[in-house]
């Protein structure tokens, strides 16, 4: 008799820029489990967080830089079990929820030595638990 069983992916570091220029592009190729980790520099995007189990890590809170350029969200979380460590996060736009970081419909998500600054709001949360 034949047995088949499944084969999962071990988690991995995706590291920015080395192996995507943007964050938003490494979280993107990114999978349950995996790690992106950012090195120093300023990178200017809004960074959406979708997948659950995703580590988002920078080098250094105080120059690995995520700026929003004045526009929108810094870092929008809908997703679980996940932790964003070591930023600066800044510039978010000036609308009612616009802040460095906005946790929607989140569970169990853990931030860390990070700086928030210039932003409308620092930290958001909605139907979300758990989180510190």
């Given at each position: 008799?034949?047995?088949?069983?499944?084969?999962?992916?071990?988690?991995?570091?995706?590291?920015?820029?080395?192996?995507y220029?943007?964050?938003?592009e490494?979280?993107?190729?990114?999978?349950?489990?995996?790690?992106?980790?950012?090195?120093?520099?300023?990178?200017?995007?809004?960074?959406?967080?979708?997948?659950?189990?995703?580590?988002?890590?920078?080098?250094?809170?105080?120059?690995t830089?995520?700026?929003a350029n004045?526009?929108?969200?810094?870092v929008?979380?809908?997703?679980?079990?996940?932790?964003?460590?070591?930023?600066?996060?800044?510039?978010?736009?000036?609308?009612?929820?616009?802040s460095?970081?906005?946790?929607?419909?989140?569970c169990?998500?853990?931030?860390?030595?990070?700086?928030?600054?210039?932003?409308?709001?620092?930290?958001?949360?909605?139907?979300?638990?758990?989180?510190?």
């Amino acid at each position: 008799m034949l047995s088949v069983s499944p084969v999962l992916a071990a988690p991995v570091v995706i590291v920015v820029p080395d192996d995507y220029a943007s964050i938003q592009e490494a979280i993107n190729h990114s999978g349950s489990g995996d790690t992106v980790f950012v090195k120093s520099g300023t990178y200017t995007e809004n960074v959406v967080i979708d997948k659950d189990n995703l580590m988002l890590i920078g080098e250094s809170k105080e120059t690995t830089i995520i700026d929003a350029n004045g526009t929108g969200i810094v870092v929008y979380v809908e997703a679980n079990n996940s932790e964003i460590s070591n930023f600066t996060l800044q510039n978010s736009g000036s609308s009612l929820v616009d802040s460095g970081i906005y946790l929607n419909n989140s569970c169990n998500v853990f931030l860390s030595d990070n700086k928030l600054q210039w932003n409308h709001l620092g930290i958001y949360v909605s139907s979300s638990s758990n989180c510190v």
